[in-house]
């Protein structure tokens, strides 16, 4: 921030930074970047902890209070982006990866029995679990308050909302649709970095395409992998769509 009190580290991206940026501007926060991670720092000099509930996006991030000395960190909606931590008497450790948790002390960790039966069973280890005994994931849509005084709290700041009212008529359902995939879309256009999108030539991913191409300032990069066993290959049907939407289609093919 400003005065260099409060800092950041960051992974992910903030779909809606632009729009918060401008609402900060006006109340008096300067910036120095046109990253969206700055956003952050000045939104929760505003807002505290409650800033998070501000943010569209994929993120996981912590943010030092050396005021308060308080470290706010958090995890975006759906966890999109992963977030570990160990809490101890020492403080705090927190990561992207596990494997910078052994990095900084592999003398600690020790394998949960727990969480290996939890992985041979469903293929991963369940939130709030780690394959490591007292290291935790951050679930989805949570934060973590930690002090020296109070140790760490770990509090929910989203649910996933239940549909009420009246059932629609398949119509409305369908251009209710539509609308929300073109502006999910619209708004995942915005990266610091170039973009693309896998095209397998199915639903799914023609949709987005069609979508990107729509709203993208230039042609939408696509890439597809194809195989030499035809019943496996989809190939075919990735280079139509991307035809038809002027993609700059990169295509390989897989061999034994």
Request: aromatic share 10%.
């Amino acid at each position: 921030n400003e005065d260099g009190s409060i800092a950041v580290v960051f992974n992910g991206e903030i779909y809606n930074h632009r729009s918060l940026r401008r609402e900060l501007d006006a109340s008096g926060h300067r910036f120095r970047t046109h990253s969206d991670t700055e956003v952050l720092v000045h939104l929760y000099e505003d807002f505290g902890p409650e800033m998070v509930s501000r943010l569209h996006g994929m993120f996981a991030f912590a943010i030092w209070d050396s005021n308060t000395r308080t470290l706010l960190i958090g995890r975006d909606r759906t966890g999109m982006k992963p977030l570990s931590y160990l809490a101890s008497s020492e403080g705090l450790i927190f990561c992207s990866e596990l494997r910078s948790l052994w990095a900084f002390d592999s003398g600690r960790l020790r394998v949960a029995p727990s969480a290996v039966m939890q992985y041979l069973a469903f293929g991963y280890v369940p939130d709030p679990a780690s394959v490591f005994e007292g290291v935790k994931k951050l679930p989805p849509g949570h934060i973590l308050l930690w002090t020296a005084q109070q140790g760490a709290e770990v509090r929910r700041y989203w649910t996933a909302p239940r549909a009420e009212g009246p059932a629609v008529d398949e119509a409305e359902l369908v251009e209710t649709l539509r609308m929300k995939l073109d502006a999910a879309v619209s708004s995942h256009l915005e990266a610091e970095v170039p973009l693309g999108a896998f095209l397998s030539g199915g639903v799914d991913s023609s949709t987005v395409v069609a979508l990107m191409s729509r709203h993208a300032s230039g042609r939408v990069r696509t890439f597809s992998i194809g195989f030499v066993e035809e019943e496996y290959d989809e190939s075919a049907a990735a280079r139509a769509v991307a035809a038809e939407f002027g993609a700059d289609h990169t295509e390989l093919i897989l061999r034994p």
